[in-house]
Structures are given as structure tokens and as C-alpha cells.
């Protein structure tokens, strides 16, 4: 197993050969030495590191909604929807309805959710107007 390494890096090249959790991910950190795999990646997925930067649809919205129902831990959620637990976090203060469940814990509903989410992909961008032009003429 040959490691490439860059000049100016020390992280190896990654690929699924080099990798401990067996694909293509970032679990490696910076040392003297060179690229050590990190072990205490609390959030890993055994089956492979699917964390990239994506948007959750609305059946994902529905399978947090479910699990968390079902009285799982947020690192579990994550796992299974295949994103960081900062994003679960994120997801459950966005769509709490105000109300307490069964658990005692904010009730979280995916349609509210996904209603805000929408709302604030329409709210981006420039808005700004143009500004009008003196039409006032003077004597």
C-alpha cells in the first residue's frame, strides 16, 4: 500500500484503501509525523463516512420525525440519515412546534420544518430595489 503525500500537506492522499472506516473521507488529522487516522470520531458511520454537504429532503425530514419519536439519540439519527449530528440539532430547533411530547422533549413536526426551510430559500439573495431616480425638476 503505497500513501502519496503532497509537498505542502501532511494528510495523505486519500483513497478507500487508506482510510480505517474503509471509504473516501477526512477522517485523518494533522501531526509531526505525518497523517494519523482519527479513532475517536464519535459520529462515524461503520459502513462509510456519507457526510457530505447535502440538503435534507423531506423523507429525511420524516425519518427524523420518526427516531426521534422513538426516543433516539441525536448521534443515532445522524447515522442513520447519513449527516452530522449539528445538523439533527439544527433540524430539531427548526421545526419545534412550541409543545412538549410524550417524552417530555420539544415536539418536533418535518411539515413545519420543511414550511421554513422553504421560506427562508425564497428570502435569499439581493433584494435590494434600485434606487429612483430624481424625476423633481427644478426651476
Do not use: W
Request: aromatic content about 6%; glycine content about 6%; proline content about 5%.
Amino acid at each position: 500500500m503505497a500513501l502519496t503525500v503532497t509537498l505542502y500537506s501532511f494528510r495523505p492522499a486519500l483513497s478507500s484503501s487508506n482510510c480505517e472506516l474503509g471509504v473516501n473521507c477526512k477522517c485523518y488529522r494533522k501531526s509531526r509525523r505525518g497523517a494519523i487516522p482519527q479513532r475517536d470520531l464519535f459520529f462515524a458511520q461503520k459502513r462509510g463516512c456519507s457526510r457530505a454537504m447535502k440538503y435534507l429532503t423531506l423523507k429525511d425530514r420524516r425519518l427524523i420525525a420518526k427516531l426521534y419519536r422513538q426516543e433516539a439519540r441525536v448521534l443515532d439519527i445522524a447515522n442513520k440519515v447519513g449527516c452530522h449530528p449539528g445538523t439533527i440539532y439544527e433540524e430539531l430547533r427548526r421545526g419545534a412546534t412550541g409543545k412538549l411530547d410524550e417524552n417530555q422533549r420539544p415536539e418536533y413536526d418535518p411539515d413545519l420544518a420543511q414550511k421554513e426551510v422553504r421560506a427562508s430559500i425564497r428570502r435569499r439573495g439581493n433584494h435590494r430595489k434600485a434606487p429612483m431616480p430624481n424625476t423633481k425638476e427644478e426651476d
